[in-house]
Every structure is written in C-alpha cells, then in structure tokens.
C-alpha cells in the first residue's frame, strides 16, 4: 500500500495526538506536580524547559518540557512557542535534520507510526 503524502500527515498528526494523551495520562497520574502554578508562570517554565533542553542539551529536562506540555493540554492551553528564541527553533530544526540522516531512527518511527496504524484499525474493528 502506498500512502498519499495527506494520508501520512494524517496518520501522523493522530500519531501525535496519541503521544500527546499517552504523556498526559502518565502526568496525571505522577500526580500532576504543576496545577497549582499560574498560567503564565506555566508558560515561561514550559518555554524554559524547551529552551534549555534545546539550546544545553540538558536531556534530563526531558521529562520537565513532557509534564509542562501535558499541563497545557489539560488546560486546553495553546503552546507559548513564541516565547522560545528564535536561535533556539534553529538548533531544533538542525537537530530533527540530523537524525533524519540516520536511517535506524527512520526505521524506528516508521515502525512506531505503523504499528500505531494497526493497533487503531483493531480498534475499530
């Protein structure tokens, strides 16, 4: 079977959207750490987060830019993307580039997005 290249966005924007609910799921019940803050603080620690995990290469601040995400989707908040420096978007973007070069984190993916597609079909099923 051969994908249109609207049918692979598609999957992978439901792919994504699955990711997104599986994180939301785990922080909720890790006991969601970051309700009591304010929208706005919330903001600044989620650009923060990514900044740092972008521009430092801190990988440990992984789990920080997850759980300000999920916070955000549960409160049905857009992402503050504006706040994240433009160098910092720049070094994002090489990086995805890099790894795109790497043909065993292609095939990864690819596997992960299909193996996504089956388990939605048995689901409908």
């Keep these: 079977m051969t994908m249109t290249a609207k049918q692979a966005n598609t999957i992978l ?8 609910m599986d994180n939301a799921a785990r922080y909720l019940q890790a ?7 304010s929208d ?3 903001k600044a620690l989620w650009a ?17 830019c997850i759980d300000t995400d ?3 989707t549960l409160r049905r908040l857009p992402r ?11 070094r994002v973007i090489a990086r995805s580039r890099e790894v795109a070069r ?3 984190i292609n095939q990864r993916l690819r ?9 939605s079909a048995a689901r409908r099923n």
């Design 13 to 20: 924007q439901a792919f994504i959207a699955s990711e997104e």
């Design 31 to 37: 006991g969601r750490r970051l309700a009591r803050l």
């Design 40 to 42: 706005a603080a919330l």
């Design 48 to 64: 923060d987060a990514w900044r740092r995990y972008c521009d430092e290469h801190w990988a440990e601040r992984w789990t920080d």
């Design 70 to 72: 999920a916070e955000l």
């Design 80 to 90: 503050p993307e504006h706040l994240i420096p433009a160098e910092s978007w720049k």
């Design 102 to 104: 790497r043909p065993n």
């Design 111 to 119: 596997e992960d997005i299909e193996d996504f597609v089956r388990q």
